[in-house]
């Protein structure tokens, strides 16, 4: 069974502009999460989508936003790009809210993103 | 609000001790506790988990955790630690009574010395 995939592995811009990441959750799956983690900072959690709808967010600006697709995959944008964004963004996937079992966020390897 | 404490930074170990990796939590209710691991320049993996039932559970790589409600606490244990557990290792907790997202620690750094 194929896990969690994210794209691209690693992207480059420059400030203000705009970066737009990727995740496939894994089959079955229809929660997707986003993190940041930024060097020393652990994981900070930034969006959580289900069944196509935003659920939770986490304390980002607006210009990080997101959707999940119909087949549950997402994307996540983020406008007006500034140096302290450069950081590695990791996307999970879980079960339906509701099983117990949807409480297992399973991981990609991440996307890293360095702002110059 | 729930929240979730990694006491320590960095934990050094010499390989064949037992280690230990501190976790604290706080919730209002009963917690859904989780334990992930995360390699160099890699995404984070499932190690275990505590929903209900047994206070010791038992996970991936030999690790296990208890879950002690009256510390609030949940652990990271392995008896016999190898150089390859170096890892950073990140708790996690969620209240199963409110609609809100899991909280992650901000990890603790794990050196296994040879």
Do not use: M
């Amino acid at each position: 069974e194929a896990g969690v995939t994210q794209s691209p592995t690693h992207l480059i811009k420059t400030r203000g502009q705009q970066a737009t990441l990727r995740c496939s959750p894994i089959s079955g799956h229809t929660s997707v999460y986003w993190y940041q983690q930024a060097l020393g900072l652990g994981l900070q959690f930034l969006l959580w989508y289900d069944e196509g709808e935003e659920r939770n967010r986490g304390n980002f600006p607006p210009r990080f936003s997101g959707r999940q697709f119909p087949n549950y995959s997402s994307e996540l944008n983020v406008n007006a790009l500034e140096l302290e964004d450069s950081a590695l963004y990791l996307c999970a996937s879980s079960l339906a809210v509701g099983q117990v079992e949807q409480e297992t966020q399973y991981f990609g390897p991440g996307t890293r993103l360095l702002v110059l | 609000a729930q929240s979730v404490a990694q006491p320590e930074d960095q934990v050094n170990v010499a390989e064949g001790n037992p280690l230990t990796v501190k976790c604290t939590y706080s919730v209002s209710g009963n917690p859904y506790l989780f334990w992930y691991v995360q390699y160099p320049n890699r995404g984070l993996q499932f190690l275990l988990k505590y929903i209900t039932g047994d206070n010791l559970v038992k996970g991936s790589y030999g690790f296990e955790a208890e879950f002690n409600k009256s510390q609030t606490s949940f652990h990271l244990k392995k008896p016999s630690a190898l150089v390859s557990d170096s890892a950073l290792y990140f708790c996690a907790v969620r209240d199963p009574n409110r609609d809100d997202k899991i909280i992650f620690g901000k990890g603790t750094r794990l050196h296994i010395l040879p």
